[in-house]
């Protein structure tokens, strides 16, 4: 028997085990919550949908990587079918594929939220400290000038052209063995060095060492409820064994998606009439820029730099260096045969650009008749404006370092997945209050990125830990 097969041996002899507390999703606010609590002595049920990889068990080439990695094959779409989401599905979520990439909202961001949910402590000067607190938990750099990669030259030498800003990008890693030829886009499939602070090597192997922390992978949660003693869900193991736990306290940590699913199929929009509306993704764009001389956006340091111009974030979006592996890649152009088996053969020659749009649409999720997620999210005239300023920016710094031929991508990515269970003060345009519980109860919390009142146009993965770390406080106290 293999390691993963004898890790997906059914466990039913749990049911009667007493926890503290259940959490509901073992990504990046699920492992800091599990961390603190456990910490303070608490007894922890993780339940992760997605298995649980060790090290050197990640999936090598990328078809098993979207199918073992993310939900739908990494092939989820919005009901027009224009607009793609990377849906985790792994113990770690998004820690374990993505790139990491770790900042500080600004004010901009912080006054957004505080206005649209009247939540008083959404600034920069009393979220500072739960910042510093997640920072302490993981090793955060960035790439040396002298390993930037050939995607990452042709950002900055456009920027300096074109007088656009820029700066390096804060990355949650250490010791990530650049200067030996590794290459990070393998990154996006889990870290094979453990050098990414991915949480299975950071927060959930802390959690794990205070011998208070179980953690049930391959098991999807299908309901949940909450009685004024105890809360319970209900769920099913790999293989079709259905199993309930009960504990004191519920923590849903399954993402916007997930989360609002579980709620939507539990019934409670009787209850949170706002639940499932405010979805935001910053809608991802990549644009390809195809030069005359070998780029390897695919080789060496995958991620750099960012934009950092004041009249960027104006104009509602930013840019970053990215590249992809080849079957997303051959995504974003749009011919069939031979004229795109001759774009695709220009791999090696493409840099690649992408604009990230801070939306203003909210979207929203639903559960039809069937128990399936449906999902309305599309782009309105003021994010299309926002695309197409972005699109202009990336055409210049293409044009001004001589790419012989521009590709603006045919799909819209989500990756930021955000809203849902948006927090706020009033009941009935919010589902989570300040103190993280979901109105109208008090044994269930959300403290991910459910809870975001709207789309703050930064990267969300520290201010979701900086929001896990207070949580944990909450539900402590």
């Not at 009935?428 to 209050?433: C, E, R």
Request: with cysteine.
């Amino acid at each position: 028997m293999d390691k993963l097969s004898e890790r997906r041996k059914p466990i039913v002899a749990m049911e009667n085990a007493s926890f503290d507390i259940i959490i509901v999703g073992g990504g990046i606010s699920g492992s800091f919550v599990a961390k603190y609590l456990t910490q303070a002595g608490l007894r922890c049920l993780m339940l992760e949908a997605g298995q649980h990889y060790k090290k050197g068990e990640y999936p090598s080439r990328e078809v098993d990587a979207n199918s073992q990695l993310y939900w739908g094959g990494g092939m989820e779409l919005n009901t027009s079918a224009d607009l793609v989401f990377l849906r985790p599905k792994v113990l770690g979520g998004g820690s374990v594929v993505n790139q990491a990439l770790v900042d500080r909202f600004d004010d901009d961001a912080w006054d957004s939220w505080k206005h649209a949910s009247g939540v008083s402590y959404f600034e920069s000067s009393q979220m500072a400290q739960w910042y510093d607190k997640a920072e302490t938990e993981i090793s955060i750099q960035y790439i040396d000038e002298k390993f930037r990669n050939g995607n990452a030259k042709i950002f900055a030498e456009g920027f300096d052209i074109n007088g656009f800003k820029y700066a390096p990008l804060r990355r949650a890693q250490t010791d990530c063995k650049t200067e030996q030829g590794n290459d990070c886009i393998d990154c996006l499939a889990g870290c094979k060095l453990e050098s990414k602070q991915s949480m299975p090597w950071t927060l959930l192997k802390r959690a794990n060492a205070t011998g208070n922390l179980t953690i049930l992978s391959e098991f999807e949660v299908e309901r949940v409820s909450e009685s004024d003693t105890a809360v319970q869900i209900e769920g099913t193991r790999r293989g079709g064994i259905t199993q309930k736990f009960t504990a004191k306290k519920l923590v849903l940590a399954g993402g916007a998606i997930g989360n609002s699913k579980l709620l939507l199929h539990s019934g409670f929009q009787d209850r949170l009439p706002a639940l499932g509306r405010g979805f935001y993704t910053h809608p991802q764009f990549m644009n390809l820029g195809i030069y005359a001389h070998r780029v390897n956006a695919f080789k060496g340091a995958f991620q750099a730099l960012k934009s950092d111009d004041p009249g960027f974030r104006k104009g509602g979006f930013k840019l970053e260096n990215v590249f992809g592996p080849p079957g997303g890649i051959s995504m974003l152009v749009s011919r069939l045969g031979l004229p795109h088996q001759e774009v695709m053969e220009k791999l090696p020659y493409m840099g690649c650009i992408e604009v990230a749009v801070r939306d203003t649409n909210p979207g929203q999720i639903r559960v039809n008749k069937a128990g399936v997620v449906t999902i309305r999210k599309t782009l309105n005239e003021e994010d299309e404006k926002r695309r197409a300023r972005g699109f202009d920016a990336i055409e210049k710094i293409f044009k001004s370092t001589h790419a012989q031929r521009v590709i603006e991508g045919q799909f819209g990515i989500g990756l930021h997945l955000m809203g849902g269970c948006n927090m706020g003060t009033d009941p009935a345009n919010s589902v989570v209050g300040p103190d993280f519980k979901l109105h109208g109860f008090k044994r269930t919390f959300a403290a991910d990125s459910s809870i975001f009142p709207n789309a703050p146009g930064i990267n969300p993965s520290l201010t979701i830990m900086a929001l896990a770390c207070k949580a944990a406080e909450e539900i402590r106290a």
